[in-house]
């Protein structure tokens, strides 16, 4: 079956625009997960939603970053005012229910001009 | 103090032999831990999970878990080329969001 997909795969962006990272989890996933990777270092937690609302936004690093699942399906991660330093693969995963396995999209790299 | 440790490596073994990978993490209130394989470039794909103490296998992989020492632990057996890549140890907390080690760099020799 199809797995988990995310939007763009890459996208290159100047310091101070606006960006929107799309996830389309597994179907029939209730749990959505994003993460953060920098290079060289292990997916950071950002965010999480179990059905549309967030149960848990406590690694979104600042209120610059936002994310939202409308019908508890698709999720979109949004980042106002790009900073350089947010030049990342962000990482969406998805799960049947939570604590179980996670499932990993191909990620979005971001750059931040 | 990191949540979840790794050796770096990299971790060079010929092929055919056994690879074998440690984590360690430090909130005794977790439940579920995973390994995952990541290639250069790609995304995270996970290969084993384990809650229960003891040893799991699945094919050339077994992954070993010990709550009371904090460790995980990876065993890939018969060592292919194609098993060269970035493995990943993540321990579940709160039942949801995982906490990452930053990896283990594995290269099968030919």
């Known amino acids: 079956g199809a797995g988990v997909s995310q939007t763009p795969s890459n996208k290159v962006t100047e310091k101070g625009k606006y960006v929107e990272l799309r996830c389309d989890p597994i179907s029939g996933h209730t749990a959505l997960y994003w993460y953060r990777q920098s290079l060289g270092q292990g997916p950071e937690f950002l965010i999480y939603f179990q059905g549309t609302g967030a149960a848990d936004d406590s690694g979104l690093p600042n209120d610059r970053f936002f994310a939202v699942r409308p019908e508890g399906s698709v999720s979109t991660l949004k980042i106002q005012r790009t900073e350089r330093g947010d030049s990342a693969v962000y990482l969406c995963?998805?799960?049947?229910?939570?604590?179980?396995?996670?499932?990993f999209g191909p990620g979005t790299r971001l750059l931040v001009l | 103090q990191k949540e979840v440790e790794q050796n770096s490596g990299p971790l060079s073994v010929p092929e055919g032999a056994i690879a074998s990978l440690n984590c360690t993490y430090s909130?005794?209130?977790?439940?579920?831990f995973f390994w995952y394989r990541q290639y250069s470039g790609k995304s995270p794909e996970l290969i084993m999970f384990?809650?229960?103490?003891g040893d799991k296998e699945d094919g050339r992989f077994t992954a070993q878990l010990n709550k009371a020492s904090q460790y995980v632990s990876l065993l890939i057996r018969d060592s292919q080329p194609s098993d060269s890549a970035t493995y990943l140890c993540?321990?579940?907390?709160?039942?949801?969001?995982?906490?990452f080690g930053a990896g283990t760099t594995v290269t099968v020799r030919a």
């Open positions: 909130d005794r209130g977790s439940q579920s």
């Open positions: 995963a998805s799960s049947f229910r939570p604590a179980e396995a996670q499932y």
């Open positions: 993540a321990v579940g907390s709160n039942d949801y969001k995982l906490s």
């Open positions: 384990i809650y229960s103490n």
